[in-house]
């Protein structure tokens, strides 16, 4: 079954702090998605990767094939970094995006 | 940057009741997609659509469901006779290229069914 599990399903940390959400996937894919989900409901997309490791600003995400694992890292945090963080999945064989259920952060100042 | 809109923001409506949920997808991109996300629950996907057609849909997207791109612009999700279950947020989003490829999202509409 295709299945994507994230952890921790909710995060707070002080402002500058280094986090790390991740993501986990049960069967081969072809890529995945990072996105970020705002406080009004809006989805925007950060990332889509499918080896490696890709960084824009103080965003980093990372995926290990063999492992099935991607990670999300944030530096120096910041409160408006605050938002709910969802992994979302292609598998192979050209399925739908399948998306995890989502990781809430709070950075508090 | 160009965007995926979404109208309205928010729809409220009665039970049994047809609702059109419209979205303007990113102009060159080809290939559009509806997701459904309750509150409190995870995205789902709903049906994707290119070059006029459906191309795939979730076990979701029932009789009830209909999809059309109905001026080369606009592309539109009407759910009819609604039920208290199709409360959520609704999403739709586009893409230049067939999955996987990356994709961009409005910002939903709210659909309330009182």
């Known amino acids: 079954k295709n299945e994507v599990e994230q952890s921790p399903q909710n995060l707070t940390a002080q402002e500058g702090e280094f986090i790390t959400i991740n993501c986990s996937y049960s069967v081969g894919i072809s890529a995945l998605h990072w996105l970020q989900q705002h406080p009004g409901g809006g989805i925007v997309s950060l990332f889509m990767?499918?080896?490696g490791k890709k960084k824009h600003g103080r965003l980093i995400a990372t995926i290990n094939i063999q492992e099935k694992h991607s990670s999300l890292h944030i530096t120096a945090s910041h409160p408006r970094d605050s938002a709910v963080y969802i992994c979302?999945?292609?598998?192979?064989?050209?399925?739908?995006?399948?998306f995890g259920k989502g990781t809430r952060l709070s950075v508090i100042a | 940057e160009p965007e995926v809109t979404q109208t309205p923001s928010h729809q409220v409506t009665q039970m049994g009741q047809e609702v059109i949920l419209r979205c303007v997808p990113i102009s060159n991109h080809l290939y559009f997609y509806w997701y459904r996300q309750i509150l409190g629950q995870k995205v789902e996907f709903l049906v994707s659509f290119y070059n006029n057609e459906i191309s795939e849909k979730s076990e979701i997207f029932d009789d009830q469901f209909s999809v059309e791109r109905p001026d080369g612009s606009n592309f539109t999700l009407k759910i009819r006779s609604t039920k208290l279950e199709d409360s959520a947020m609704y999403f739709c989003?586009?893409?230049?290229?067939?999955?996987?490829?990356?994709?961009?999202f409005g910002n939903g509409t709210r659909l309330t069914v009182t």
């Open positions: 990767l499918s080896s």
């Open positions: 979302a999945v292609f598998f192979s064989g050209n399925t739908p995006l399948v």
């Open positions: 989003a586009s893409s230049a290229d067939r999955a996987p490829s990356p994709l961009h």
